[in-house]
T-cell receptor
Framework: RKEVEQDPGPFNVPEGATVAFNCTYS??????FFWYRQDCRKEPKLLMS???SGNEDGRFTAQLNRASQYISLLIRDSKLSDSATYLC???????????FGKGTHLIIQP | EAQVTQNPRYLITVTGKKLTVTCSQN?????MSWYRQDPGLGLRQIYY???????DKGDVPEGYKVSRKEKRNFPLILESPSPNQTSLYFC???????????FGNGTRLTVT
């Protein structure tokens, strides 16, 4: 099982819809989880950290399911500007640093 | 403004010609790291540094060198670049190895 796995998509979603995607991680001892957003050919930018109790930031909600070892990202009322690649990130266990998933490509259509 | 600065943004070079990509951060971060990003392979870590004079290999260190003589700088050195090192490179820094990373805006390297 890969350390961090994501459905690559693309997810084609109409503007205004709600979209959700998951990410699974392999090591149950992982403690830090993040979602990053990356626009084409640009640097990844932190979208939000993911906390055990789940957390919300405006239209974005992140959740962690430790039992099943996955994190999720929900985007409500999607905007054209939400089109991007979303990267799931998990800390390495037994080593320093973060492991990035390959990303889920989201396209919001007018 | 808190930032990670990489230079150059674009670089075209020939096989075997040594090059250095610079990276500097102004956030007093302990941790710095280099990644390369290739289509279908995602972000892969090349080297990282926990502090001054402390560096370690990531997942794909072959063909690269780094140094951390000062806290703010973490240059990436390609002693003898080859075409398979053509890629988009990102430098990043954070407070610690498990904290969110702040990325530079990338260096697109082409080796012919």
């Amino acid at each position: 099982r890969k350390e961090v796995e994501q459905d690559p998509g693309p997810f084609n979603v109409p503007e205004g819809a709600t979209v959700a995607f998951n990410c699974t991680y392999s090591n149950s001892a992982s403690q830090s989880f993040f979602w990053y957003r990356q626009d084409c050919r640009k640097e990844p930018k932190l979208l939000m950290s993911v906390y055990s109790s789940g957390n919300e930031d405006g239209r974005f909600t992140a959740q962690l399911n430790r039992a099943s070892q996955y994190i999720s990202l929900l985007i409500r009322d999607s905007k054209l500007s939400d089109s991007a690649t979303y990267l799931c990130v998990v800390n390495r266990v037994g080593a320093d640093g973060l492991t990035f998933g390959k990303g889920t490509h989201l396209i919001i259509q007018p | 403004e808190a930032q990670v600065t990489q230079n150059p943004r674009y670089l075209i070079t020939v096989t075997g010609k040594k090059l250095t990509v610079t990276c500097s951060q102004n956030m007093n971060h302990e941790y710095m790291s280099w990644y390369r990003q290739d289509p279908g392979l995602g972000l892969r870590q090349i080297y990282y540094s926990m502090n001054v004079e402390v560096t370690d290999k990531g997942d794909v260190p072959e063909g690269y060198k780094v140094s951390r003589k000062e806290k703010r700088n973490f240059p990436l050195i390609l002693e003898s670049p080859s075409p398979n090192q053509t890629s988009l490179y990102f430098c990043a820094s954070s407070l610690s190895g498990s904290s969110p990373l702040h990325f530079g805006n990338g260096t697109r390297l082409t080796v012919t």
